[in-house]
């Protein structure tokens, strides 16, 4: 699976959209990207998956550029009960690898 | 509502004991699951593959012998920790994903072990 590099942690205002990046610049044409999030002591939240085209639903909005080596997460209206380790993700098949992820941390 | 459940949430046992944790898919039949495990401040590691009706893959340095998975049927893999020890107490996590590979995988909320 490609690897992914994610800043390590952010900040971000209540209420405020929430801009998350990821570099994945091996990722192959089949590869998928997948984002999660990890509240404290839970097990990982599905947010949000794509492959080349931008991607919307009730939670986030995934943006991948033209040449698919980056992609943004983001969260239009922040809340603190966003706070949560982000994990974007590429696979191509079965198994979710997951690097350190970006540490989010939603202030009012 | 919650498609993937893990039980126990928290174990305690004591060195030398063995602990069975249940992941129970409620929604779909999984017909493959994976179980992870996260250290405190670490990432999830993925330990093995459970593959209902055959034996599990294990990831490089998991040992088998010591992590038994069981995956008898559709809906139901468990992972058993034997012979426990301090240093294998650790978050404990499940997932499962429908058919299509390119899919999301739900995870369950996790089994936190403590070996005393």
């Known amino acids: 699976d490609a690897k992914t590099t994610q800043p390590p942690s952010m900040d971000c205002a209540e209420g405020r959209a929430a801009n998350l990046p990821c570099n994945h610049s091996?990722?192959?044409?089949?590869?998928?990207v997948y984002w999660y999030r990890q509240i404290h002591s839970q097990g990982p939240q599905y947010i949000i998956h794509?492959?080349?085209n931008n991607e919307t639903n009730e939670m986030a909005s995934l943006i991948i550029t033209e040449d698919r080596k980056s992609s943004t997460l983001i969260l239009p209206h922040a809340t603190l009960r966003d706070t949560a380790v982000y994990y974007c993700?590429?696979?191509?098949?079965?198994?979710?690898?997951f690097g350190a992820g970006t540490t989010v941390t939603v202030r009012a | 509502g919650a498609v993937v459940s893990q039980h126990p949430s928290r174990v305690i046992c004591k060195s030398g004991t063995s602990v069975k944790i249940e992941c129970r898919s409620l929604?779909?039949?999984?017909?493959?699951m994976f179980w992870y495990r996260q250290f405190p401040k670490q990432s999830l590691m993925l330990m093995a593959t459970?593959?209902?009706?055959?034996?599990?893959?294990?990831e490089q340095g998991v040992e088998k012998d010591k992590f038994l998975i069981n995956h008898a049927s559709l809906t139901l893999s468990t992972l058993t920790v034997t012979s426990a020890h301090p240093e294998d107490s650790s978050f404990y996590i499940c997932?499962?994903?429908?058919?299509?590979?390119?899919?999301?995988?739900?995870f369950g909320q996790g089994t936190r072990l403590t070996v005393v």
């Open positions: 794509g492959l080349k």
């Open positions: 993700i590429v696979r191509v098949v079965n198994k979710l690898s």
């Open positions: 997932s499962v994903r429908r058919g299509n590979p390119n899919t999301e995988a739900f």
């Open positions: 091996t990722i192959s044409g089949n590869e998928y």
């Open positions: 459970s593959n209902e009706g055959s034996k599990a893959t294990y």
């Open positions: 929604d779909f039949q999984a017909t493959t």
